[in-house]
């Protein structure tokens, strides 16, 4: 059973940091590519940063470009999102995502390229 489990979130001023975690398990973490989504209310959920298997590729939206990292440690099954510089617009639900095939190569930026869902972690950028 494949379990993804997001941690950090959080109330924070419009400028500060935050740190998402996301724990996996019950799939082969160091085999397939991350990524991380968000959902406002009353938008759909929209593509955030992705990365691949062995960490050696990255992708931002440009909305966050500049502004965020995506990391993974395979050892540990976990992969994050530091998030610098944080604005109102910022604030969502952010979701992990894992694929199921291993070594896939091809576009990572829409959500239906992704099998497994966490349950998301609350982040809130006062304007």
């Known amino acids: 059973q494949v379990q993804l489990v997001e941690s950090g979130g959080g109330l924070v001023q419009a400028g500060g940091s935050l740190r998402l975690s996301c724990a996996a398990s019950?799939?082969?973490?160091?085999?397939?590519?991350m990524g991380w989504f968000r959902q406002a209310p009353g938008k759909e959920r929209e593509f955030v940063a992705a990365?691949?298997?062995?960490?050696?590729?990255?992708y931002y939206s440009d909305s966050v470009k500049g502004r965020f990292t995506i990391s993974r440690d395979n050892a540990k099954n976990t992969v994050c999102l530091k998030m610098n510089n944080l604005k109102p617009e910022d604030t969502a639900v952010y979701y992990c995502a894992a694929q199921k095939k291993s070594y896939y190569i091809g576009p990572l930026y829409y959500t239906e390229k992704y099998d497994y869902w966490g349950q998301g972690t609350q982040v809130t950028v006062p304007s």
């Open positions: 990365i691949s298997w062995g960490g050696g590729r990255t």
């Open positions: 019950g799939l082969p973490f160091s085999s397939v590519n």
